[in-house]
């Protein structure tokens, strides 16, 4: 069986990257710990992770693969003793998928939240000029590109 896919049209070219950043995401449907995307300004984002009983050591923040993964993970204290045992030590994975250019500015551990914050930078549109060359062109080459930037 085939699968269907939004960027298997011949218009959108070079779109792979996307198709597999949506297939990732997708894979990741489990739901702890909770999490909050906030935008903070026209260009910055917060991500906060509910991580109580976590400590910064049990913790980490990576970007691999143009991605954004959180790791957790707790280790039992074998010397304690438990009665009865509702709150698991519990390792978790959560990965963001981000977008080209994307920058993480900074991390920090609050009150049993992991708040992460990122910034987005501004992008000026670009206007290109291809040059139409035609086949009988004396030096044999073929088209020339001509980057034409308007301010």
């Known amino acids: 069986m085939t699968r269907l896919s939004l960027f298997n049209s011949p218009l959108l070219l ?4 996307f198709e597999r950043a949506i297939d990732r995401i997708s894979k990741t449907a489990d739901g702890y710990p909770p999490y909050n995307v906030e935008q903070l300004g026209e ?13 910064e050591d ?12 959180i790791r957790g993970k707790q280790s039992d204290d074998p010397e304690r003793v438990y009665l009865h045992r509702g709150i698991a030590a519990r390792q ?23 708040h992460i914050d990122l910034e987005r930078p501004l992008v000026e549109p670009e206007v290109r000029t291809i040059k139409i060359d ?18």
């Open 14 to 17: 070079g779109f792979e990257p």
């Open 92 to 114: 978790f994975q959560r990965s963001f998928v981000l977008a080209e250019g994307i920058e993480i500015t900074g991390a920090r551990l609050e009150r049993g939240l992991l």
């Open 134 to 151: 035609t086949q009988d062109r004396a030096d044999g080459k073929g088209p020339v590109i001509e980057d034409v930037r308007q301010d």
């Open 43 to 55: 260009n910055r984002l917060r991500i906060t992770l509910a991580v109580a009983g976590f400590t």
């Open 58 to 69: 049990d913790l980490s923040v990576q970007i691999e693969d143009k991605q954004l993964v």
